[in-house]
């Protein structure tokens, strides 16, 4: 029986050399390329790029191949490219969009495919139904070149992505301030796409960067995922305190997501690193537009949004939904929970690079150490307070949802509930304008609840109240 190919939030994911196999990668990209030809994009040019996975690369060259056979001029990056690189040459490139051989922050069993759009962002759930919906159920029905072919003839085009999205980055920020400031930078590269980045735009002054797990290595030593958020981050929290260090900066396998460690080497949450970004430039740069947030990440952000009187638009979970809203209302920034921020002036997708290089830019400019950001961020909106437990279950989901819908709790750790958002998951909204959120993983039986409030003490309690509300305890 044929292997059926569902696509999540960005593209579709599997475990290497299980389902996630070159015959089934060929499969997906034939249906992205029939996706761009009913869309009228036929001779267009589209981005290819790969992470620093087992075989990407081999995997890349695969879609490469797939790709010319349907007639399309291709663009295959030469080296392991972060996500946020290969979407800007999406508009470098006037290309159709683009496919990037990544599985992010996932196990190294795992790799994936993301797809892109002419925007370089996210595609939108209805594209990607519609690209799921045309992946063949045969490899004949693949549409095939040899790619030394498509090299001989100019319709591959081997290219370095660094320079044009380099020259770009100097459009939005001027970094010699960061270079010439003396900052001490830790850089946590998780063995990924992000390695040498921050060494190659900021050396050559008196701040100096101190990488670690900056090498290929697609076991991930020394941490369970390339997800910057504790425990995988643990090493180089310890290297801060070590290096005496300003500042940490983290970025996953394929560099669209940032993490924050500060001098203390105490980590800087996914809500407080949006809520920080978001204030630098309302605050900061005096900047204003919209901001654009996923239900699950903070609620500092209407904050914020009072604060400096511009617009709050929340969305349901992922870049799916982010990005085109982003484009929508011309966006300030765009985040989510997981750690990937967007900006305007940039492709409506996350960035890490572009991320850090603004926190940098917000220590120098403020001349504050990170633990004094977030204590000014605190006395503009108030102390926030976020966990989340992911767990696994057993049972029918329709019957967890039933009892969550059911359950109509006067109160979640100790607070009053004011209403219930189902747009995404179960959101309860608390008294104190806090929040719980359950919601069920799309590929495996995990329920996640998540939640944050300005009641510290209650963090905990909350969480325990949502794991009863679905049945869990």
């Known amino acids: 029986m044929t292997f059926k190919i569902v696509f999540g939030t960005d593209g579709w994911r599997g475990v290497i050399a299980d389902d996630y196999t070159f015959a089934n990668v060929k499969r997906c990209t034939q249906g992205y390329a029939s996706y761009l030809l009913k869309k009228g994009k036929a001779g267009k040019p ?8 087992f075989h990407s690369e081999n995997f890349a060259r695969a879609v490469a191949g797939v790709l010319y056979g349907n007639g399309f001029k291709v663009f295959l990056t030469d080296d392991a490219t972060p996500t946020p690189v290969i979407s800007y040459a999406v508009v470098d490139k006037h290309a159709a969009g683009a496919i990037n051989i990544t599985a992010s922050h996932n196990p190294p069993t795992d790799n994936g495919f993301k797809v892109r759009n002419e925007f370089g962002g996210a595609i939108d759930p209805d594209g990607l139904k519609a690209i799921e919906n045309g992946i063949p159920d045969e490899l004949s029905d693949v549409h095939e070149l040899p790619v030394q072919d498509g090299i001989k003839t100019g319709q591959i085009v081997i290219f370095d992505a660094s320079t044009a999205y380099i020259e770009h980055i100097h459009q939005l920020i001027d970094v010699e301030p960061i270079r010439q400031a003396g900052l001490k930078v830790v850089v946590d590269c998780m063995w990924g796409n992000g390695s040498g980045w921050f060494t190659r735009l900021l050396s050559g002054g008196k701040t100096t960067i101190h990488e670690i797990h900056n090498h290929r290595n697609p076991i991930y030593p020394e941490m369970k995922r390339p997800e910057p958020i504790p425990p995988n981050i643990n090493v180089g929290l310890k290297t801060t305190v070590d290096q005496s260090a300003d500042v940490l900066l983290i970025t996953d396998g394929d560099a669209d997501r940032v993490g924050l460690g500060d001098e203390n080497g105490v980590f800087i949450n996914q809500l407080q690193a949006y809520a920080l970004l978001a204030y630098y430039l309302l605050e900061i740069r005096a900047l204003r537009g919209p901001i654009v947030k996923t239900l699950s990440t903070t609620s500092m952000l209407e904050k914020l949004g009072k604060i400096y009187d511009v617009p709050v638009y929340e969305t349901g979970v992922g ?15 765009g985040g989510e929970e997981s750690g990937g921020y967007a900006f305007k002036g940039n492709v409506p997708e ?20 990170p633990s004094q950001l977030l204590s000014a961020l605190f006395e503009k909106v108030g102390a926030h307070y976020y966990d989340r437990i992911d767990t696994s279950f057993s049972g029918d989901r329709s019957e967890k949802v039933d009892r ?27 008294e104190d304008g806090g929040w719980m959120l359950i919601r069920f993983s799309g590929t495996e039986p995990i329920i996640r609840v998540y939640c944050e409030t300005t009641h510290g003490e209650a963090v905990q309690q909350i969480l325990q109240d949502g794991l009863k509300i679905a049945g869990i305890q």
């Open 46 to 53: 589209v981005v290819v790029g790969y992470d620093k996975r």
């Open 319 to 333: 870049f799916k939904y982010v990005a085109p809203k982003m484009l929508e209302t011309d966006a300030l920034i």
């Open 404 to 430: 969550i819908l059911a359950a109509h709790p006067a109160t979640i750790g100790g607070l009053a509930v004011t209403g219930l958002n189902t747009t995404d998951g179960y959101k309860f909204t608390l």
């Open 350 to 369: 996350r960035d890490g690079i572009l991320a850090g290089l603004y926190f940098l830019d917000m220590m120098v400019r403020t001349g504050k150490k």
